[in-house]
């Protein structure tokens, strides 16, 4: 396993287009995390999947944004009506949930760098 | 609710000098606390981690960090930077239930030859 992959990269669309990424985690990871970073700022929370279910969304998280993890493998977040406020860095994470007080590393992508024109 | 404040979104040292980089968090229970380094167009990579134990945590590449309760911080140290140091670190703060993340605005550490 190579760790958590993204694709694509980059992405450049011109405002108005629906624009899709994918995410795939680490193998045995069932915790799935997305986060949005504009530049010059840290990455903030948008939402988060245990297995295939989506457990939270921030209120970062528009209507026009949707995200999705069919059987608790990949997932894919899609941005309807882009809009030039949505440029910015798109990261996933995955890790392991126990549920307990454990805690175990969240391990991030290289994120796909949306440019909205 | 929590939150993070990192002190200085740019600090410059030389080569060989100490690297220290401020964070203060808030946090209504007892909290995970992590530092993050990110290089130019990459995803985020764990220096260290603090959940519970000893308070002074140490990291990869000469790093550590101390938890202080009662002054709510946990500032990164290194004793002596080096050219490869140069990137952006993120402090961030978590709890025991969902584990999502919440970042300071980050500090770009610059290191002069």
């Known amino acids: 396993d190579t760790g958590v992959s993204q694709n694509p990269r980059h992405k450049i669309t011109k405002r108005g287009q629906n624009v899709t990424f994918r995410c795939d985690p680490i193998?045995?990871?069932?915790?799935l995390y997305w986060y949005r970073q504009t530049l010059g700022q840290g990455p903030e929370f948008l939402t988060y999947?245990?297995?295939?279910?989506?457990?939270?969304k921030s209120r970062l998280l528009s209507d026009r944004f949707s995200a999705e993890r069919p059987k608790g493998s990949f997932s894919t977040l899609e941005i309807q009506r882009t809009e030039q406020g949505d440029s910015a860095m798109y990261l996933c994470?995955?890790?392991?949930?126990?549920?307990?007080?454990?805690?175990?590393?969240?391990?991030f992508g290289q994120g796909t760098r949306l440019t909205v024109v | 609710a929590q939150s993070v404040t990192q002190l200085g979104s740019h600090v410059s040292v030389s080569e060989g000098a100490l690297v220290l980089l401020r964070c203060n968090y808030s946090s209504s229970v007892p909290p995970y606390l992590f530092w993050y380094v990110q290089y130019p167009n990459q995803g985020l990579q764990l220096l260290l981690k603090?959940?519970?134990?000893?308070?002074l945590v140490k990291g990869i590449n000469g790093f550590e960090a101390e938890f202080k309760k009662s002054e709510t911080s946990f500032h990164l140290t290194k004793p002596s930077a080096h050219m490869s140091d140069a990137a952006e670190y993120f402090c961030a703060v978590s709890n025991t239930g969902r584990r999502a993340l919440t970042f300071g605005s980050g500090t770009r550490l610059q290191v002069q030859p």
């Open positions: 994470a995955s890790t392991i949930g126990t549920g307990g007080a454990g805690y175990t590393e969240a391990f």
């Open positions: 603090y959940t519970t134990g000893a308070t």
């Open positions: 999947f245990q297995n295939e279910a989506q457990l939270e």
């Open positions: 193998s045995e990871h069932n915790r």
